[in-house]
Antibody, heavy 123, light 107 residues
């Protein structure tokens, strides 16, 4: 069965860095776009980034552009999110999720989500 | 950037029909999806590509999308449907975007 398992969260000081990982199994990662989404405590879902199946296309939300870097290793069935220059407002549960949909990317939605990993940015 | 707007809360009596709206500029020309999130859990897709229901999602969940509004409808609402619901779409300027979420209360 499809599984997405995030890791790497924790407590980090403002200005610090953290690298999140998402281990995938149960499906051929190389066939799917993947994304990262976060949810601040008591708040809604915020999409952060996506990466195409081959890694050739990457997109970021304005809130993390220039600070976060998404990457993937299809051979290792993993997805990563490198987070630099962290701020208090980056405190959230971070989810990796698999995109699915039709022929056009505009039809994509998230069909599987990980359980999330908590990142706390505080001094 | 593209934005999706949802009401913060919707209330419904058990057995009645709940409707949750999601508005965005020309949203009807895009695909809308809906996610249910219960406390402490990851989101689950309940409607994708406007009207499609994943396997395992009850038939009481349905979706529509026209004009500037997508709507999630839950017929015969049950207590177990109490959750936060988020709409989502894809826009060329912002890639994936979520609505702010709607808390559905069944009382």
């Amino acid at each position: 069965q499809v599984q997405l398992v995030e890791s790497g969260g924790g407590l980090v000081k403002p200005g610090g860095s953290l690298r999140l990982s998402c281990a995938t199994s149960g499906f051929p990662l190389h066939d799917y776009y993947m994304g990262w989404i976060r949810q601040a405590p008591g708040k809604g879902l915020e999409w952060l980034s996506y990466i195409s199946s081959t890694g050739s296309t990457i997109y970021y939300a304005d809130s993390v552009k220039g600070r976060f870097t998404i990457s993937r290793d299809n051979a290792q069935n993993s997805l990563s999110l490198q987070m630099n220059s962290l701020r208090a407002e980056d405190t959230a549960v971070y989810y990796c999720a698999r995109y699915n949909g039709g022929v056009i990317v505009e039809s994509y939605y998230f069909d599987y989500w990980g359980q999330g990993t908590l990142v706390t940015v505080s001094s | 950037s593209y934005e999706l707007t949802q009401p913060p809360s919707v209330s419904v009596s058990p057995g009645q029909t709940a409707s949750i709206a999601c508005s965005g500029d020309k949203l009807g020309e895009k695909y809308a999806s809906w996610y249910q999130q219960k406390p402490g859990q990851s989101p689950v897709v309940v409607i994708f590509q406007d009207t499609k229901r994943p396997s395992g999602i009850p038939e009481r969940f349905s979706g529509s999308n026209s004009g500037n509004t997508a709507t999630l409808t839950i017929r015969g609402t049950q207590a177990m449907d109490e959750a936060d619901y988020y709409c989502q779409a894809w826009d060329s300027s912002t890639a994936t975007v979520f609505g702010g979420g709607t808390k559905l209360t069944v009382l």
